[in-house]
């Protein structure tokens, strides 16, 4: 049964470029939720996405914008990146279907901007 | 406002003692808590969860224990190894059927041997 998956690992892009970060849930899972990780604090929540739409959005800036596929992968997208942009950005998969809350995430992809 | 905070930014102990990581959330209406591991270079790990109508819940060397009076989780880790060593987060999930996790900046654990 695989996990969650993101591609790629690492990323290094200039300021004012455009990035596409993708995930593959966890199998059975139908929603996928997108967090930002700066060095030394914890997840911030971006938006998460249900049925290809945007469900709940986190205070981040319209530069971020998501999909979801039929198939529940996800992507998301950074248009114009900032320096502060750079972090680690984390995929969550889940099933509230069940009734259950618990997310599991993936190893994220590390996203520099120089 | 939505923010759920750790009192220690670091925690270390001895091999074989137990671990009280603490955190205080702030939003009332939050139904949901989780507690999560995350070792250098990887994704979040889940350890334990507990719902808001319970106060205590018991995994395998892990406790949590939830004070809704005061607004306190703490996270219990018996027995500590190697292993247990990482940053650990609490998180909380906002009410009213939303899936949006608010996590707090972490408490690094370090295990002496």
């Known amino acids: 049964d695989a996990g969650v998956t993101q591609s790629p690992t690492h990323l290094i892009k200039t300021r004012g470029q455009q990035v596409t970060l993708r995930c593959s849930p966890k199998s059975g899972h139908d929603t996928v939720s997108w967090y930002q990780q700066a060095l030394g604090q914890g997840p911030q929540f971006i938006f998460q996405?249900?049925?290809?739409?945007?469900?709940q959005r986190g205070n981040f800036p319209d530069r971020f914008s998501g999909h979801q596929f039929p198939n529940y992968s996800s992507e998301l997208n950074v248009n114009a990146l900032l320096l502060g942009d750079s972090a680690l950005y984390l995929c969550a998969s889940s099933f509230p279907g069940t009734g259950s809350y618990e997310q599991y995430f993936g190893p994220g992809t590390r996203l520099t901007v120089t | 406002g939505e923010s759920v905070g750790l009192h220690l930014p670091t925690l270390s102990v001895q091999e074989g003692d137990n671990s009280i990581i603490n955190c205080a959330y702030s939003n009332s209406a939050s139904d949901y808590f989780i507690w999560y591991k995350q070792e250098s270079g990887k994704g979040p790990q889940f350890i334990i969860d507990i719902r808001s109508n319970m106060d205590k819940r018991q995994g395998q060397r892990v406790t949590v224990l939830l004070n809704k009076t005061v607004k306190h989780l703490s996270l219990q880790i018996a027995a500590t190894q190697p292993g247990d060593s990482a940053v650990y987060f609490c998180?909380?999930?906002?009410?009213?059927?939303?899936?949006?996790?608010?996590f707090g900046q972490g408490t690094r654990l370090t295990i002496n041997p």
């Open positions: 998180a909380e999930n906002l009410g009213g059927g939303a899936q949006k996790l608010v």
């Open positions: 996405y249900y049925e290809e739409e945007e469900r």
